[in-house]
């Protein structure tokens, strides 16, 4: 999944989104197009009229992939920017996948970030109070699950194409469930 990070339909990004297709779209390994990660304009007219038009300008460069937004919630809003896009993204919401594919179910549905596990590398027991917690993957934030319950969210559902899992290995961003500069997200 080759993932735009401006959702943003101006010149300037505009321009940044054509240098990302040109670039990417020879890559094999590429099998689809994000446009954007978690907007908070994903139930608005204007967000689904700036993905509208981004999706024109990335199908004039590449009409061979699918385009997918990665929304993190409003999937079965009355107006939200699924209906521009190929592919619906699913960030985490897992149990919201039955309830988007009854109501829209000609569309496919891709996990763009799913799991959230917390792991510490190297860690066999956890330690809540050292900020670790164990490498075999047993806790997540709640939004999120362990990887095999995430995983069998997905496999169990032939309308779900896939997953992307979330990772950052050794990652200071986001030290969930502890505190910077915690490394268990």
Do not use: C
Not at 15 to 40: F, G, K
Not at 47 to 60: D, I, N, Q, S, Y
Not at 89 to 97: H, I, S, T
Not at 167 to 175: K, L
């Amino acid at each position: 999944m080759d993932e735009n990070r401006h959702f943003n339909p101006s010149p300037d990004y505009m321009a940044q989104l054509e240098w990302l297709v040109r670039r990417d779209r020879n890559h094999p390994s590429v099998i689809i197009w994000t446009l954007w990660n978690e907007e908070p304009l994903k139930s608005t007219p204007q967000g689904v009229e700036m993905t509208r038009r981004m999706v024109a300008v990335l199908k004039r460069l590449d009409d061979a992939r699918p385009v997918t937004v990665a929304m993190n919630g409003a999937f079965n809003d009355p107006v939200n920017t699924s209906t521009e896009v190929d592919v619906t993204g699913f960030n985490y919401y897992q149990d919201q996948y039955d309830v988007y594919h009854r109501l829209v179910p000609t569309k496919p549905i891709i996990s763009t970030e799913d799991t959230s596990a917390y792991q510490t590398r190297g860690a066999f027991e956890s330690d809540p109070k050292a900020h670790i917690a164990t490498s075999y993957d047993r806790e997540a934030a709640g939004w999120g699950a362990p990887h095999g319950p995430s995983w069998k969210m997905i496999a169990d559902r032939p309308f779900v194409a896939g997953g992307f899992v979330w990772t950052g290995f050794d990652y200071h961003g986001e030290p969930t469930p502890y505190e910077w500069p915690t490394i268990s997200s």
